[in-house]
């Protein structure tokens, strides 16, 4: 599966942001998917996850509350809204698909997930 991933940009702290990665294969729907970001500097970092059915998610502590996964398969997309955000959100933020188990998923290991987009910016103000 390829994985592209836009919606980036430049907000001011306390704006929003919507993500979306578009998936090309008539597999999407059969992958759990999630998102991760990494800051110049600083390792991956999980963010979200979502089951193949949307039923079922995950999300870094850091963006609970703040930040929300979905996924249409019908439109072969995931999708991540951003609120909130504040300068600590900047990074290039990453989607990915995986194929393994979702409580593996669920662990957000970068392991964990077979494919992988590029990234698109998200630059926060303060």
């Known amino acids: 599966v390829q994985l592209q991933a836009s919606g980036g940009g430049l907000v001011q702290a306390g704006g929003s942001l919507r993500l979306s990665c578009a998936a090309s294969g008539r ?5 759990n998917m999630g998102w991760f970001r990494q ?4 390792e991956r970092e999980f ?8 039923g079922s998610t995950y999300y870094a502590d850091s963006v609970k509350g703040r ?9 072969n997309t995931v999708y991540l809204q951003m609120n909130s955000l504040t300068p600590e959100d900047t ?12 409580r593996r998923v669920g662990t ?8 992988w ?5 998200v630059t926060v103000s303060s």
Do not use: E, H, M
């Not at 800051?39 to 600083?42: F, M, N, S, T, V």
């Open 67 to 75: 930040f929300t996964i979905s996924r249409d398969n019908a439109k």
């Open 27 to 31: 597999t999407f729907s059969s992958y």
């Open 39 to 42: 800051a110049p500097g600083k």
């Open 47 to 54: 963010v979200a996850a979502i089951g193949w059915s949307g």
């Open 117 to 121: 987009g590029q990234g698109t910016l």
């Open 108 to 115: 957000g290991r970068p392991t964990s997930f077979d494919y």
């Open 91 to 102: 990074a290039v933020y990453l989607c990915a698909a995986s194929s393994f188990d979702l």
